[in-house]
């Protein structure tokens, strides 16, 4: 079975201050990917990343960081400088490939709410 | 290209009506789908589909049927709404070798 647990549901931030969240799994699968998705309170999601267990190198884009750690099974993803507009439901998710008739099926998290405040 | 749209955004059904939801994607991609979101509980998958005319059941599938007759389409239907259906429900595409899912914008269900 796969699980995901995002284990801070709120978190607030004052602008400008570096938040990170956190994301830990469970697989039993070797070849997996995890990913993050952003929920802004228009509601729609959006993706942000994704990532292969045989990837670990950690990835950097503009203000957002993931750092991939296998050993801990983590997928933790920061925000640097954060912004008001940041504000969202972020929210981790974990594919497995071993069961194609599954259709790679996502399992999420339950999500943290980021309050990003002026 | 508006990638993965919803019928409809919003719906208030009682106790016992029917209706269906249809997703539409313009982006050919083979797999689809179904999932609602509740609070606190992120998203649960409720039926997908890997290709045109099949389909599948997810982790919560009890209570919807699905049908996929056209490639672009996927529809989703509750025969009999109970209250518990009350939720959020999102459609996804994608198209393999690549793994993310692209989402449509949520159609808002209260059953009271």
């Known amino acids: 079975a796969q699980k995901v647990t995002q284990a801070q549901t709120e978190i607030s931030v004052v602008e400008k201050e570096d938040v990170t969240l956190d994301c830990v799994y469970e697989t039993r699968d070797t070849t997996y990917y995890l990913f993050w998705y952003k929920q802004p309170p228009s509601g729609e999601l959006v993706f942000l990343i994704r990532r292969n267990s045989f990837d670990e190198q950690n990835e950097i884009s503009g203000r957002y960081s993931w750092n991939f750690q296998k050993s801990t099974s983590s997928f933790n993803f920061t925000i640097t400088a954060s912004q008001v507009v940041d504000s969202a439901v972020y929210f981790c998710?974990?594919?497995?490939?071993?069961?194609?008739?599954?259709?790679?099926?996502?399992?999420f998290g339950g999500g943290t709410r980021l309050m990003v405040k002026p | 290209n508006a990638g993965v749209t919803q019928t409809p955004k919003f719906r208030v059904l009682k106790t016992g009506q029917s209706m269906t939801l249809l997703c539409a994607q313009d982006?050919?991609?083979?797999?689809m789908y179904w999932y609602r979101q509740d609070p606190g509980m992120g998203l649960r998958l409720i039926h997908y589909?890997?290709?045109?005319?099949?389909?599948a059941k997810g982790e919560v599938p009890d209570g919807y049927n699905v049908s996929r007759l056209k490639k672009q389409n996927f529809l989703l239907g509750l025969e009999s709404a109970a209250p518990s259906q009350t939720s959020v429900y999102f459609c996804a595409s994608r198209e393999p070798p690549f793994n993310e899912q692209y989402f449509g914008p949520g159609t808002r269900l209260t059953v009271t």
């Open positions: 589909s890997v290709g045109e005319g099949t389909t």
């Open positions: 982006m050919n991609h083979e797999y």
């Open positions: 998710a974990l594919s497995a490939s071993r069961w194609p008739d599954a259709g790679n099926m996502l399992t």
